[in-house]
């Protein structure tokens, strides 16, 4: 495993690549880290695969900001492909990574490989949605400077008729 440092829209991001071969890009859920993603990292090292992994924006060892829209999360995977020599990966993401990975597919789709979705639902209902996590991040007490949570649920929820299509 070496370290990784990517540079996207004023911030440094941290991650890992373990292995050689055709890369695959593995994207966390939120209020997750990179590490989360090790042992499906290595397996696919096993197996002849290039895997970066790379805490997000507000992430882990990655810079904190007052940002955290789609448009920025997909900017930082158009940096992560370019600075981590990813010629069409595979993007993988869990949840959050996962609405990360189909912002980033759309935007790059000459560039990317294959796109996998793990546990992410397009279809939400943007009540029922605020309804469940409005108590969640309640109990995270996030400083004002650092509303992730709130930033990423409002454009998640203002993109729901895009995603579902």
Known sequence: MEPLTIHSGGLTLRG????TGPTVVLLHAGFERRTVWRPIAEGLAGKGYRAVT???RGHGESDRTTRYRFGDLAADVGAIIDQAGAERP???????GGLTAIAAAARNQ?????????????ALD???ARDYLAPLLARLSLPA??????DIID?????VATLRS
């Open 90 to 96: 595979v993007l993988v993401g869990a949840s959050i």
């Open 16 to 19: 890992d690549v373990t292995g």
């Open 145 to 150: 400077e650092h509303q992730m949570g709130v």
């Open 155 to 159: 454009d998640t929820l203002a993109r």
């Open 126 to 128: 943007p009540v029922a």
């Open 54 to 56: 790379v805490d997000q």
């Open 110 to 122: 000459e560039r990317i490989a294959g796109l996998v979705l793990v546990d992410v639902v397009a």
